[in-house]
């Protein structure tokens, strides 16, 4: 299979994300479905429905990744879509709270203590899952129609 190592890189990165607890926020897809339904009111049912899909991958964060991961085994498309809300998700909701925390005070230090501090503190599981995920993801590859018949 042409996409085991990736598929277990996301597994591993998965796992990690959930060890780390790194879960997206919802507040970004809330932001994108209020100004979409703003442009298309006739769509709002259908736009909150996906709104409501997308938050719960979300909040998944790592089990999504993994989810996604054994999803991927059999159809790329999708595991990748969830891999990506999943581990996305959870890239944006670590960088706001680094921002955040740089911003209020509550991360002090230079660039080299605040990254050290990242790479050995307790989220540093999450951080490296979501890189890896993230990195693992942009080598899966649709499968072949040859493979697919075989």
């Given at each position: 299979?042409?996409?085991?190592?990736?598929?277990?890189?996301?597994?591993?990165?998965?796992?990690?994300?959930?060890?780390?607890?790194?879960?997206?926020?919802?507040?970004?897809?809330?932001?994108?479905?209020?100004?979409?339904?703003?442009?298309?009111?006739?769509?709002a049912a259908q736009?909150?429905?996906?709104?409501?899909?997308?938050?719960?991958?979300?909040?998944?964060?790592?089990?999504?990744?993994?989810?996604?991961?054994?999803?991927?085994?059999?159809?790329?498309?999708?595991?990748?879509?969830?891999?990506?809300?999943?581990?996305?998700?959870?890239?944006?909701?670590?960088?706001?709270?680094?921002?955040?925390?740089?911003?209020?005070?509550?991360?002090?230090?230079?660039?080299?203590?605040?990254?050290?501090?990242?790479?050995?503190?307790?989220?540093?599981?999450?951080?490296?899952?979501?890189?890896?995920?993230?990195?693992?993801?942009?080598?899966?590859?649709?499968?072949?129609?040859?493979?697919?018949?075989?």
């Amino acid at each position: 299979m042409e996409n085991k190592g990736s598929i277990t890189a996301c597994i591993i990165g998965g796992v990690l994300m959930f060890v780390a607890s790194i879960v997206g926020s919802a507040l970004a897809y809330r932001i994108i479905v209020t100004e979409a339904t703003k442009q298309f009111p006739e769509y709002a049912a259908q736009l909150e429905l996906f709104l409501l899909i997308c938050i719960f991958i979300a909040m998944g964060g790592g089990i999504s990744v993994i989810l996604g991961s054994i999803i991927a085994f059999k159809v790329v498309p999708i595991g990748k879509w969830i891999i990506g809300l999943g581990a996305g998700m959870g890239l944006i909701g670590f960088l706001s709270w680094l921002i955040t925390g740089i911003y209020t005070g509550t991360i002090t230090g230079t660039v080299v203590e605040i990254l050290i501090g990242l790479l050995l503190g307790p989220a540093s599981y999450g951080i490296i899952g979501v890189f890896l995920t993230i990195w693992a993801r942009r080598f899966m590859k649709k499968k072949k129609d040859k493979e697919i018949e075989e």
